[in-house]
Structures are given as structure tokens and as C-alpha cells.
């Protein structure tokens, strides 16, 4: 997790004498570049005159930027947005105080091929665009001078993802301070728990064996209950009444550890973890702190839409939210690690997570045929020990994953040795958490029949369930679960009907961007769209998964049973729309269906949980359907006709904003009719107007096969929608946002800044 002062006093980091600087300083180092987009001879020399570069503050995605192209060279991968080179350059001030101290820079994530240098020296490079890692700056840093640190990004050589990856220094950047000792890691694992103790052991390494280390543990209302002092760098603690992490109620701990010397203090970091049991059982399934519960998971990719992959917080927080709502409670991480700050809400909010590392190993992938497979044998060590070593103090994560439908062959001894390379590895660096894989057709693979399955912790399959209930009826010893899967009924009832069965992730929470056809840019079988409005299919697993009370109503948009499920009561041509074909998705005992308050029939809750299905002569109005448990309502909804446009209607996800990356308010954008009711056919252009100190960071409609800017102060609407994402630049004052279209009065939004 990410260990981070975040008092005031940072800014004093380069003014004081070094030995007065007790401890761990760490600087945001996010504001402050300039930026290049396309190759510059000599821009890692200090010297280098940047003053027409463009000035901007990371994280940045410059691929999100567009435009959109059918012959871009990253194809329907990447979403057929911009690849290239970009530079990105950084001047700062270290004054002689500073002299004896050790100074590193931290980037959580640079996409692609990143080289680093400082005042002219080459760091290092780093191919993997989602690894964490740092540089030692101080031996080439000049103390008391201008320094100037470069940065190039490489994502030329295309295809090189399946799936959408940005462009730049996407993620979160930071300068460290510390002496030159230091505690490089801190770790902290549930030894043991009950509801009388719980036994801790922590790992603090420190390269060297030659000082104090001394950690305080406080609970979750900040109280001291536990502290350790001495020279060892492994010991255990033991926690009174200890409060569990669980996903109903995401209790955390904080661990402050010290480093200290001949009595000065020479580091100190602040850890973030959870006390919880977790485990898998070959009969049962999954346990967290002794509850059996099953998996309700999503796959997620890094993108977040209009944003790309440079991604604020609140977004996050936003579709996480949306996810819960639809019953989902476990992420996959596909196909890569993720933002550290991704598991940081995870652990806020309640979520189990299966981490990730890679979507290939040494064999190439369609449409992404120059991607990690020419990078694996040499980074794969690197990369997950960055992975498993900054996340594993998350309570959050139950399970690793190494890989994703893997090309290799796994029906060899290189295949073999390769996976328990992986699995040891981990194993080696945190050995409280299960491997998998998510295994493709296996039965090709001969996984099961060669003795590779078995040497999975977890037998991780990419759908076809009932080939992997076989495997487990086969070998009831076995440890299964559903690493990828589709949104059908088949899938939903492997997972219900089978206790061993520990859990599912669903191909999408969210649709992301790339992995479609020209002129689609975006994969859209997902529970919510890329402006979190739900699909069918959230609406369907929302009955499936939730434990409160569900009733949705949907529609085929085609006359007769035909064209797609749509949630509205608004045909498109109602004089060709004369018979209509009804769906309500209910987890109630029983539901009926009223047209214009006249009854269509009551319908029980089918034994395999299919939707309940009606077929009714279309007339305007409006489609209620009510939930009964026991003959007592309990949940019901209503689709109305919708009439011409007459008003925009604007909500916010934030009414006060700060001003950091991570801030962000998404304001949809809606158009009603007379009576308030969404009017989901045709499309209005909609134009914004912010006033005050903040800017409209992006714009989206959901529109899987739009090729509009995302930054352009306009938006047209999609099935009566749009979403603009606002962020403020000032801390103090207030922002107007205006939305208006031709013919409809506008309307506005305040928003208050921090």
C-alpha cells in the first residue's frame, strides 16, 4: 500500500539540515512536467531546452487524448487510439542540507518501456507499463543545484495489448527522503484469530541487522493496542479482541514501524492491513473469518473510460459503488497489477480481490503479437516481486493470479517450470495467500491429465463450468473456482448449485476500452457501461447476487421478440412496434405485470432463477411489475413512455470537491420529458460551461462505437445520457456547471471546492 505523510510539514523537505530531517519524508512529485509527444534527440540531458513542451501535471494519458482511428497502429486492441513516443521532463532544487541523505523516486506505473534518467544518467528501463518501481537518485543528484530528471515512453511497437493500456506516466509519482539506512518493505500477516486474539507476524526488512525496530499496532479508532521493541527483524504481536476485516464491515488496522540507530530515529512507515481469516476448501468452497460465502466477482480492466488509464480515485470509488449495488463483492484484477490506490478503496470498501500479474508469458496473443512475450523471461521475477511485495499487506486479496489463458505449452516440462516458478516465488515472498491461473480449454492443454492442475493451489478456469465441476467430481480434492465467465444462466447455476464451487468472475464489471471491431472501440458485455449506466445484465445479476429485494423490468427493443434487451417503455418506431416481449429479472417469490394498471398475469420465481417472461400487445403508458414475498410487496418498478425532450436534469456523485488528482465529480446528464421520464431514443447535442477555478476533465455517452473527443466541452446524449467528470484547481470557491441543447432550458449545477 501506498505509505505516505501527508502533513503540511512536506514541503520542508529540501529546507532543513539533513540529520534534522528525522525519519521517512515523501514528496508528491505529480506537479511540475513538461511533456512531449514524439521522440526528442538529447531531452535526457540536463541541458535540454523544453520551454515549448507542453506544461501538465501527471498522471497523464496522452493516448486517451485521441483522435480515434481505423488504421491506428495499437488496432482494435487498443482501441484504435494513438501509440507512439512521448517525453517527459522534470527540473527540482536540492540544497546542500540535504547532503547524507538518501533520495529515491517512486513511480507506480509508466506505460511502456519507460527510461529514466537523472541530470543525464541513465537509471534503468522498464518495459512492463504496470509495475511499481523505484530509482536511488542520490548518487548522480547535484546537492545544492538544479537537477533535472527525464523520462521516455515507448509504445511503438504495436500490437501490443489486447485490451486498452494508455500512454505516459499514467500513475501517481513520489520523491523519498530517508537516511541512508532504511526499511526497504514491511509486511504484516494473520498468523491466527478468534474472537479473544490474534497473532501478527511481522517481517520488517532493513538490509542490514545493525539497528532497533520497533512497531506499534493501533485499531481502527486509533488506539494503541499493541507494541514491539527490539533488534530482531521478524517477530510475532498479539492483538486483544481483535476487530475482523470483513466485507460488511472493512475494519483496518495501522502498524507504525521505526527504524532507529544509536537512539536517532532513521525511518519510520505507516502500514495499512486487516486482521481476517481467509482460506479455500475442496468441499466448500470459500471462508472468510469462518463464513462459508461465495465469490461474486468481476473481472475489471485498468481503464477508466473517458479518462483512459490515468484514472482518479473517485471514479474508482464511483464504480466500485455501482458494483456493490449490482451484488458484486470480489474483483479480479485482469490482466495486470493495478494502481495501488485501486486496493487501497478495495480495502475501504469491503471488496475481496484476486491479484494479477500477467495476461502473457513468452507465447504472443492475437492482436497484441508484440506485448509482454518479448519481456517475460527476463522481467517476469522482477515484475512479481513488485506486484506481491507492495500488495500483500492488503486484506483485500485472497488469491494471486500469474496468468491469464496462457499460450505456452502447458503440456511440457517448460510449461511445468514455468508456472511453479511463478507460484514458488510468491509463495516465497507471502506465503498466506493461494496461487492460480486462469486456465484456457484446458482439455486441449491436458492440463487435467498431465498433472499440471494439481500443482495449482487453485484450479482457476476460464469458463465451460461443467468441465470444471467434472474435474472436481473426478478429484474431489480439488480446489476450483471460476476465473472468467459470462453472464448466462449456465454459469450463474454452476456457481449456485455446486458448494465446492468457491466463486465466479464475470467478463465485465464494467466495459472497457479496446478488444472490439471497427467501428465499436469498446467491449460491452459488462454489468455497467463505461458511464456506469446498467446494462441487462447488471439488472439480471442483481437479482441473481443481491440479498435485498430485486425487480427490473426489460424489453426486446425489436417488435416480436427481436433486437436487444433495453429497459425503457420508448420504442423507436411505435407504429411498427406492435408486439412486445417482456422480461422481469426478480429474486421475489412471485411477480406481476400491470400495462396502464391492468394485470398481465402473475408469474412464480422459476426453480433455476430464469427471468420471467411475457408477451403483450405494445400501448403506451406505463409497465409496472410488483414483487410479492409471502403475498406482501416488496420491491417494484415502473417503465413509462417517454415524450418529446423537455428538460436536462443533473446529479453529481460529489457536491464538495478537493483539488487533488484523485478528486473528481461525475455529473450525468439526463433528458426528460414533460413528466421527468428519461427519453432514451434519439440523440441531442448537449454543450458544458464551467465556471469558477476548475475545468470539465472528460466527457462520455457510453456509446460503444462513438468516435467523439473525450475533452471537448460537448456531448451528445445516448440513450438519454451523458457523464462529464469536473475537477477544481482551487481550493476554495465554487464551480458552476451549465449544461444545454438547442431548444431545452439549460441547467446548472454548484459545486462547493476544499
Same mark, same amino acid.
Given at each position: 500500500?501506498?505509505?505516505?505523510?501527508?502533513?503540511?510539514?512536506?514541503?520542508?523537505?529540501?529546507?532543513?539540515?539533513?540529520?534534522?530531517?528525522?525519519?521517512?519524508?515523501?514528496?508528491?512529485?505529480?506537479?511540475?512536467?513538461?511533456?512531449?509527444?514524439?521522440?526528442?534527440?538529447?531531452?535526457?540531458?540536463?541541458?535540454?531546452?523544453?520551454?515549448?513542451?507542453?506544461?501538465?501535471?501527471?498522471?497523464?494519458?496522452?493516448?486517451?487524448?485521441?483522435?480515434?482511428?481505423?488504421?491506428?497502429?495499437?488496432?482494435?486492441?487498443?482501441?484504435?487510439?494513438?501509440?507512439?513516443?512521448?517525453?517527459?521532463?522534470?527540473?527540482?532544487?536540492?540544497?546542500?542540507?540535504?547532503?547524507?541523505?538518501?533520495?529515491?523516486?517512486?513511480?507506480?506505473?509508466?506505460?511502456?518501456?519507460?527510461?529514466?534518467?537523472?541530470?543525464?544518467?541513465?537509471?534503468?528501463?522498464?518495459?512492463?507499463?504496470?509495475?511499481?518501481?523505484?530509482?536511488?537518485?542520490?548518487?548522480?543528484?547535484?546537492?545544492?543545484?538544479?537537477?533535472?530528471?527525464?523520462?521516455?515512453?515507448?509504445?511503438?511497437?504495436?500490437?501490443?495489448?489486447?485490451?486498452?493500456?494508455?500512454?505516459?506516466?499514467?500513475?501517481?509519482?513520489?520523491?523519498?527522503?530517508?537516511?541512508?539506512?532504511?526499511?526497504?518493505?514491511?509486511?504484516?500477516?494473520?498468523?491466527?484469530?478468534?474472537?479473544?486474539?490474534?497473532?501478527?507476524?511481522?517481517?520488517?526488512?532493513?538490509?542490514?541487522?545493525?539497528?532497533?525496530?520497533?512497531?506499534?499496532?493501533?485499531?481502527?479508532?486509533?488506539?494503541?493496542?499493541?507494541?514491539?521493541?527490539?533488534?530482531?527483524?521478524?517477530?510475532?504481536?498479539?492483538?486483544?479482541?481483535?476487530?475482523?476485516?470483513?466485507?460488511?464491515?472493512?475494519?483496518?488496522?495501522?502498524?507504525?514501524?521505526?527504524?532507529?540507530?544509536?537512539?536517532?530515529?532513521?525511518?519510520?512507515?505507516?502500514?495499512?492491513?486487516?486482521?481476517?481469516?481467509?482460506?479455500?476448501?475442496?468441499?466448500?468452497?470459500?471462508?472468510?473469518?469462518?463464513?462459508?460465502?461465495?465469490?461474486?466477482?468481476?473481472?475489471?480492466?485498468?481503464?477508466?473510460?473517458?479518462?483512459?488509464?490515468?484514472?482518479?480515485?473517485?471514479?474508482?470509488?464511483?464504480?466500485?459503488?455501482?458494483?456493490?449495488?449490482?451484488?458484486?463483492?470480489?474483483?479480479?484484477?485482469?490482466?495486470?497489477?493495478?494502481?495501488?490506490?485501486?486496493?487501497?478503496?478495495?480495502?475501504?470498501?469491503?471488496?475481496?480481490?484476486?491479484?494479477?500479474?500477467?495476461?502473457?508469458?513468452?507465447?504472443?496473443?492475437?492482436?497484441?503479437?508484440?506485448?509482454?512475450?518479448?519481456?517475460?523471461?527476463?522481467?517476469?521475477?522482477?515484475?512479481?516481486?513488485?506486484?506481491?511485495?507492495?500488495?500483500?499487506?492488503?486484506?483485500?486479496?485472497?488469491?494471486?493470479?500469474?496468468?491469464?489463458?496462457?499460450?505456452?505449452?502447458?503440456?511440457?516440462?517448460?510449461?511445468?517450470?514455468?508456472?511453479?516458478?511463478?507460484?514458488?516465488?510468491?509463495?516465497?515472498?507471502?506465503?498466506?495467500?493461494?496461487?492460480?491461473?486462469?486456465?484456457?480449454?484446458?482439455?486441449?492443454?491436458?492440463?487435467?491429465?498431465?498433472?499440471?492442475?494439481?500443482?495449482?493451489?487453485?484450479?482457476?478456469?476460464?469458463?465451460?463450468?461443467?468441465?470444471?465441476?467434472?474435474?472436481?467430481?473426478?478429484?474431489?480434492?480439488?480446489?476450483?473456482?471460476?476465473?472468467?465467465?459470462?453472464?448466462?444462466?449456465?454459469?450463474?447455476?454452476?456457481?449456485?448449485?455446486?458448494?465446492?464451487?468457491?466463486?465466479?468472475?464475470?467478463?465485465?464489471?464494467?466495459?472497457?476500452?479496446?478488444?472490439?471491431?471497427?467501428?465499436?472501440?469498446?467491449?460491452?458485455?459488462?454489468?455497467?457501461?463505461?458511464?456506469?449506466?446498467?446494462?441487462?445484465?447488471?439488472?439480471?445479476?442483481?437479482?441473481?447476487?443481491?440479498?435485498?429485494?430485486?425487480?427490473?423490468?426489460?424489453?426486446?427493443?425489436?417488435?416480436?421478440?427481436?433486437?436487444?434487451?433495453?429497459?425503457?417503455?420508448?420504442?423507436?418506431?411505435?407504429?411498427?412496434?406492435?408486439?412486445?416481449?417482456?422480461?422481469?429479472?426478480?429474486?421475489?417469490?412471485?411477480?406481476?405485470?400491470?400495462?396502464?394498471?391492468?394485470?398481465?398475469?402473475?408469474?412464480?420465481?422459476?426453480?433455476?432463477?430464469?427471468?420471467?417472461?411475457?408477451?403483450?400487445?405494445? *400501448?403506451? $403508458?406505463? !409497465?409496472?411489475?410488483? +414483487?410479492?414475498?409471502?403475498?406482501?410487496?416488496? #420491491?417494484?418498478? &415502473? =417503465?413509462? %413512455?417517454?415524450?418529446?425532450?423537455?428538460?436536462?436534469?443533473?446529479?453529481?456523485?460529489?457536491?464538495?470537491?478537493?483539488?487533488?488528482?484523485?478528486?473528481?465529480?461525475?455529473?450525468?446528464?439526463?433528458?426528460?420529458?414533460?413528466?421527468?421520464?428519461?427519453?432514451?431514443?434519439?440523440?441531442?447535442?448537449?454543450?458544458?460551461?464551467?465556471?469558477?477555478?476548475?475545468?470539465?476533465?472528460?466527457?462520455?455517452?457510453?456509446?460503444?462505437?462513438?468516435?467523439?473527443?473525450?475533452?471537448?466541452?460537448?456531448?451528445?446524449?445516448?440513450?438519454?445520457?451523458?457523464?462529464?467528470?469536473?475537477?477544481?484547481?482551487? *481550493?476554495? $470557491?465554487? !464551480?458552476?456547471?451549465? +449544461?444545454?441543447?438547442?431548444?431545452?432550458?439549460? #441547467?446548472?449545477? &454548484? =459545486?462547493? %471546492?476544499?
Amino acid at each position: 500500500m501506498r505509505r505516505t505523510r501527508l502533513a503540511a510539514l512536506l514541503v520542508l523537505i529540501f529546507a532543513l539540515p539533513a540529520w534534522a530531517l528525522d525519519g521517512r519524508v515523501t514528496q508528491d512529485f505529480d506537479a511540475g512536467w513538461r511533456f512531449l509527444k514524439g521522440d526528442a534527440k538529447g531531452a535526457e540531458q540536463p541541458g535540454f531546452r523544453d520551454e515549448a513542451w507542453r506544461s501538465l501535471a501527471v498522471p497523464h494519458d496522452w493516448s486517451i487524448e485521441g483522435p480515434y482511428d481505423q488504421a491506428a497502429p495499437a488496432g482494435r486492441g487498443g482501441g484504435y487510439l494513438p501509440t507512439g513516443i512521448g517525453w517527459y521532463r522534470k527540473r527540482f532544487t536540492v540544497p546542500k542540507d540535504e547532503a547524507g541523505r538518501s533520495v529515491r523516486i517512486e513511480f507506480d506505473g509508466i506505460m511502456a518501456n519507460a527510461e529514466v534518467w537523472i541530470n543525464g544518467k541513465r537509471l534503468g528501463q522498464r518495459p512492463y507499463g504496470y509495475s511499481s518501481y523505484s530509482y536511488d537518485l542520490t548518487p548522480h543528484l547535484k546537492v545544492g543545484g538544479a537537477n533535472v530528471l527525464a523520462v521516455r515512453v515507448d509504445n511503438s511497437v504495436q500490437p501490443a495489448s489486447r485490451y486498452y493500456t494508455g500512454a505516459g506516466i499514467y500513475r501517481h509519482v513520489r520523491l523519498v527522503s530517508t537516511a541512508p539506512q532504511f526499511l526497504q518493505s514491511v509486511f504484516i500477516a494473520t498468523q491466527s484469530v478468534t474472537n479473544e486474539t490474534a497473532t501478527l507476524r511481522v517481517q520488517a526488512d532493513a538490509g542490514k541487522a545493525d539497528a532497533s525496530i520497533s512497531t506499534s499496532i493501533y485499531d481502527p479508532s486509533g488506539k494503541e493496542v499493541a507494541r514491539h521493541t527490539g533488534a530482531a527483524s521478524t517477530f510475532e504481536l498479539n492483538i486483544p479482541a481483535p476487530q475482523r476485516w470483513g466485507l460488511s464491515s472493512p475494519r483496518l488496522y495501522r502498524a507504525v514501524t521505526q527504524l532507529r540507530k544509536d537512539g536517532k530515529l532513521l525511518d519510520e512507515q505507516t502500514t495499512r492491513f486487516g486482521i481476517r481469516s481467509a482460506r479455500f476448501d475442496a468441499d466448500t468452497g470459500f471462508w472468510l473469518n469462518d463464513e462459508n460465502i461465495k465469490l461474486y466477482g468481476v473481472c475489471l480492466h485498468h481503464d477508466g473510460g473517458a479518462v483512459g488509464a490515468a484514472v482518479p480515485l473517485d471514479v474508482w470509488r464511483y464504480r466500485l459503488g455501482k458494483l456493490k449495488e449490482a451484488g458484486v463483492n470480489a474483483i479480479r484484477t485482469s490482466h495486470n497489477p493495478v494502481a495501488p490506490e485501486f486496493l487501497d478503496l478495495a480495502d475501504e470498501m469491503g471488496f475481496l480481490v484476486m491479484d494479477e500479474t500477467f495476461d502473457t508469458w513468452t507465447a504472443a496473443k492475437q492482436f497484441g503479437e508484440q506485448g509482454y512475450n518479448r519481456f517475460f523471461s527476463q522481467w517476469w521475477e522482477a515484475d512479481t516481486r513488485s506486484m506481491v511485495v507492495r500488495d500483500r499487506n492488503h486484506p483485500s486479496i485472497v488469491l494471486y493470479s500469474v496468468g491469464n489463458e496462457i499460450h505456452d505449452d502447458l503440456n511440457s516440462p517448460e510449461g511445468f517450470r514455468k508456472y511453479a516458478q511463478q507460484q514458488d516465488l510468491i509463495h516465497q515472498l507471502d506465503p498466506t495467500r493461494p496461487v492460480t491461473m486462469g486456465l484456457f480449454r484446458p482439455a486441449l492443454s491436458k492440463v487435467y491429465e498431465n498433472g499440471f492442475a494439481d500443482t495449482m493451489d487453485i484450479i482457476g478456469q476460464n469458463y465451460r463450468p461443467k468441465e470444471l465441476i467434472a474435474v472436481h467430481q473426478a478429484k474431489p480434492t480439488r480446489k476450483v473456482i471460476g476465473t472468467e465467465n459470462d453472464h448466462s444462466l449456465e454459469q450463474w447455476l454452476a456457481l449456485r448449485d455446486n458448494p465446492f464451487y468457491a466463486g465466479q468472475f464475470l467478463w465485465t464489471g464494467f466495459a472497457y476500452l479496446g478488444e472490439a471491431d471497427w467501428p465499436a472501440t469498446t467491449w460491452n458485455n459488462a454489468l455497467f457501461n463505461r458511464i456506469g449506466s446498467w446494462t441487462h445484465f447488471g439488472l439480471q445479476r442483481q437479482s441473481w447476487w443481491s440479498r435485498q429485494p430485486v425487480v427490473h423490468i426489460v424489453r426486446r427493443d425489436g417488435n416480436a421478440g427481436a433486437g436487444n434487451w433495453v429497459a425503457d417503455w420508448t420504442p423507436r418506431d411505435p407504429d411498427s412496434y406492435d408486439e412486445a416481449q417482456v422480461a422481469v429479472y426478480s429474486n421475489a417469490e412471485e411477480v406481476e405485470l400491470f400495462l396502464n394498471d391492468k394485470s398481465l398475469g402473475v408469474k412464480k420465481k422459476p426453480a433455476n432463477d430464469a427471468p420471467r417472461i411475457w408477451t403483450t400487445a405494445y *400501448a403506451a $403508458g406505463a !409497465l409496472r411489475a410488483e +414483487a410479492r414475498n409471502g403475498g406482501r410487496a416488496v #420491491a417494484s418498478e &415502473t =417503465l413509462r %413512455t417517454a415524450g418529446a425532450p423537455a428538460s436536462i436534469a443533473l446529479t453529481t456523485t460529489r457536491q464538495r470537491l478537493g483539488t487533488s488528482f484523485d478528486d473528481a465529480a461525475l455529473v450525468e446528464v439526463r433528458v426528460l420529458d414533460a413528466q421527468g421520464t428519461l427519453v432514451p431514443v434519439g440523440s441531442l447535442p448537449i454543450s458544458f460551461k464551467l465556471d469558477g477555478a476548475g475545468r470539465i476533465a472528460a466527457v462520455d455517452n457510453g456509446d460503444a462505437n462513438s468516435h467523439a473527443s473525450y475533452q471537448a466541452p460537448q456531448c451528445a446524449s445516448y440513450a438519454g445520457r451523458c457523464l462529464a467528470i469536473v475537477k477544481a484547481t482551487a *481550493a476554495k $470557491g465554487r !464551480l458552476v456547471f451549465t +449544461a444545454s441543447a438547442p431548444n431545452l432550458p439549460s #441547467a446548472t449545477l &454548484t =459545486l462547493s %471546492t476544499e
